[in-house]
């Protein structure tokens, strides 16, 4: 089974930033698109960043201008820049792969997430 490591999460203030990073195998990352996908407690987890293996990018509309995916071919990574980070940002993050045609569908299963938490 592939796995998906999460990382970089952490309590951070209204305004600041974190950057989060996902680890899998190489075929998986080079062969597929990722996705960064979050979810907020009493909400269905949601799309956020995605990035196929061409390097073409898309966002949620909430987080436009505000995140930025990007990847690491050589060390299998794809990260998460958040800034300007607001409370509704609040949840635990998870990415995952897919073909990049439908970022809601995804093919791997689903790892422990990183938790990020917005406040004051």
């Known amino acids: 089974q592939v796995q998906l490591v999460e990382s970089g999460g952490g309590l951070v203030q209204p305004g600041g930033s974190l950057r989060l990073s996902c680890t899998t195998s190489?075929?998986?990352?080079?062969?597929?698109?990722m996705g960064w996908y979050r979810q907020a407690p009493g909400n269905q987890r949601e799309f956020v960043a995605g990035?196929?293996?061409?390097?073409?990018?898309n966002y949620a509309d909430s987080v436009k201008g505000r995140f930025t995916i990007s990847k690491d071919n050589a060390k299998n990574t794809v990260d998460l820049q958040m800034n300007s980070l607001k409370p509704e940002d609040t949840a635990v993050y998870y990415c995952?792969?897919?073909?990049?045609?439908?970022?809601?569908?995804?093919?791997?299963?689903w790892g422990q997430g990183t938790q990020v938490t917005v406040s004051s």
């Open positions: 990035i196929t293996s061409l390097g073409k990018t």
């Open positions: 995952n792969y897919g073909l990049g045609n439908n970022w809601n569908l995804v093919l791997g299963s």
């Open positions: 190489g075929s998986r990352f080079r062969n597929n698109a």
